[in-house]
Nanobody
């Protein structure tokens, strides 16, 4: 069973940039994604990368501002966020699945596609 540990969340001003990291235990690779959630709302898929890293997809709300990458040597997935807006404030969760056979866009819309979840890291954006 893989464990995921997120880091990097903090309180920033609107327009700032931030990098979140998700470190996966072990050396196996997984389809990995970032979700975010604010209290009272459903968990929203932000970005995901396929198991082999050949496919990366983003939610429309973050395209052009967020960038996802993976360092295989560290088994860590990064989410680089630019031009942060108050609407980006949320708890960001990392999730992993053995594979995303239905595709990343589908997986981002269906959190139940993922088998493992981290504890989350808080991002606050003030205007």
């Amino acid at each position: 069973q893989v464990q995921l540990v997120e880091s990097g969340g903090e309180s920033v001003q609107a327009g700032s940039s931030l990098r979140l990291a998700c470190r996966l235990s072990g050396s196996d690779q997984y389809c990995t994604a970032w979700f975010r959630q604010v209290p009272g709302n459903e968990r929203e898929g932000v970005a995901g990368i396929s198991r082999r890293g050949g496919t990366i997809d983003y939610a429309d709300s973050v395209k052009g501002r967020f960038s996802l990458s993976r360092d295989n040597s560290k088994n860590t997935v990064y989410l680089d966020m630019k031009q942060l807006q108050p609407g980006d404030a949320a708890t960001y969760y990392c999730a992993a699945a053995y594979s995303c056979t239905a595709g990343i866009p589908y997986a981002l819309r269906n959190p139940s596609s993922f088998n493992f979840w981290g504890q989350g890291t808080q991002v606050t954006v003030s205007s």
